[in-house]
Nanobody, 124 residues
Framework: QVQLVESGGGLVQAGGSLRLSCVASSRTIAGYPMGWFRHDPGKERDIVATILWSDSTTFYKDSVKDRFTISRDNAKNTVYLEMTNLKPEDTGVYYC?????????????????WGQGTQVTVSS
């Protein structure tokens, strides 16, 4: 099992930017699909963006396309989520997530490792 630690959340005004980081420890995440999910109160954790380690193929929720960018740094065993032009509806707790080796990651049911979450609040 891998430990995932997120950072970079905070309070920002609408139109602003934040960069979330997720550092993995105890094993490499190379070969594992990684992603970011958001938890809104009263709802299940919903996918925001994912990235495959093999070829860096990315997937984004429609509402964040062209605003968010997921990336990874092999050497640092780290996944990032660059968020720009933030909107109040982007507010929530963002969780770093890891899927099973060699697979894709599209739903919370496919996640095998979760971070502790980081709060993002966008004010209007």
């Amino acid at each position: 099992q891998v430990q995932l630690v997120e950072s970079g959340g905070g309070l920002v005004q609408a139109g602003g930017s934040l960069r979330l980081s997720c550092v993995a420890s105890s094993r490499t995440i190379a070969g594992y699909p990684m992603g970011w999910f958001r938890h809104d109160p009263g709802k299940e954790r919903d996918i925001v963006a994912t990235i495959l380690w093999s070829d860096s193929t990315t997937f984004y929720k429609d509402s964040v396309k062209d605003r968010f960018t997921i990336s990874r740094d092999n050497a640092k065993n780290t996944v990032y989520l660059e968020m720009t032009n933030l909107k109040p509806e982007d507010t929530g707790v963002y969780y770093c997530a890891g899927g099973r080796y060699g697979t894709i990651l599209r739903t919370s049911g496919q996640v095998i490792d979760w971070g502790q979450g980081t709060q993002v609040t966008v004010s209007s």
